[in-house]
């Protein structure tokens, strides 16, 4: 027997944010009517019922439409880790700059200018490693 993987009912509380920067890197690789109902239903906070009447579905089939979308959106994400990537990039740069700071101040001793540029360094390595 074939088991059917079990795709989570939308929840727009939680997944908002996640499924729109999912969407920013993966929304391409959906097909066009997925792509259309999760950005209706995340991004434009559209409600079954609007999507199906703007679509001409049923509520059903707007509401499938979007888990299944969702879904494809996560396995991209789980086989891909583009958003990972991107958010430890994101901290990384941030580390960077806090070091470059500390490099920058004229009131930083010796010791603590050797130790920020070896941290900027170690920056410097984790990003190539990213990518």
Known sequence: ???MKVI???????????INLLLDFYGPLLAERQRQTVEMY???????SEIAQELGISRQAAQQSIRK???????????LGLCG???AAEDTIGALRRSAEVLADRDTG?????????????????????F
């Open 8 to 18: 989570p009912e939308p929840d727009k509380k939680t997944d908002v944010i996640d």
């Open 42 to 48: 995340y991004g434009d906070d559209m409600t079954l």
């Open 85 to 87: 990537r991107f958010a």
């Open 110 to 130: 010796e010791d603590d200018a050797m130790c920020a540029a070896e941290r900027v360094y170690e920056y410097l390595d984790s990003l190539e490693k990213l």
């Open 69 to 79: 979308g969702c879904g494809q959106l996560r396995e991209f994400e789980e086989k």
């Open 1 to 3: 027997m074939i088991s």
